[in-house]
């Protein structure tokens, strides 16, 4: 496995953005794809935004499309979500995570990696 470490998490207005990071460490990140998923209270975890391990794969939840943008830095072992005109309603705790496995989207029952997560809370 891989360690991961989210940060960047905090309260903004609506409208307003964050950039979260997700450093790793510990394993083979270069080789691995990396989801960003999030979970609201009550809620059930969901897949936000995803990169492939070479970055040539993107995905977005429609949800977020136009709004967020991932991407990844090999050489620093990080990844980042930029998160733009934030909403009420992107308010949840925001997860990083990481897979060997080849499924495309990935799924949350397939990442063999997680962050302990980052807070992000969107007031009105």
């Known amino acids: 496995q891989v360690q991961l470490v989210e940060s960047g998490g905090g309260l903004v207005e609506a409208g307003g953005s964050l950039r979260l990071s997700c450093a790793a460490s510990?394993?083979?990140?270069?080789?691995?794809?990396i989801g960003w998923f999030r979970q609201a209270p009550g809620k059930e975890r969901e897949l936000v935004a995803a990169?492939?391990?070479?970055?040539?794969?993107?995905y977005y939840a429609d949800s977020v499309k136009g709004r967020f943008t991932i991407s990844r830095d090999n050489a620093k072992d990080t990844v980042y979500l930029q998160t733009n005109s934030l909403k009420p309603e992107d308010t949840a705790t925001y997860y990083c995570?990481?897979?060997?496995?080849?499924?495309?989207?990935?799924?949350?029952?397939?990442?063999?990696?997680w962050g302990k997560g980052a807070l992000v809370t969107v007031s009105s």
């Open positions: 995570s990481a897979t060997f496995r080849g499924d495309w989207p990935p799924r949350a029952s397939g990442m063999d990696s």
């Open positions: 510990g394993g083979s990140f270069t080789l691995r794809n």
């Open positions: 990169v492939s391990w070479s970055g040539g794969y993107i």
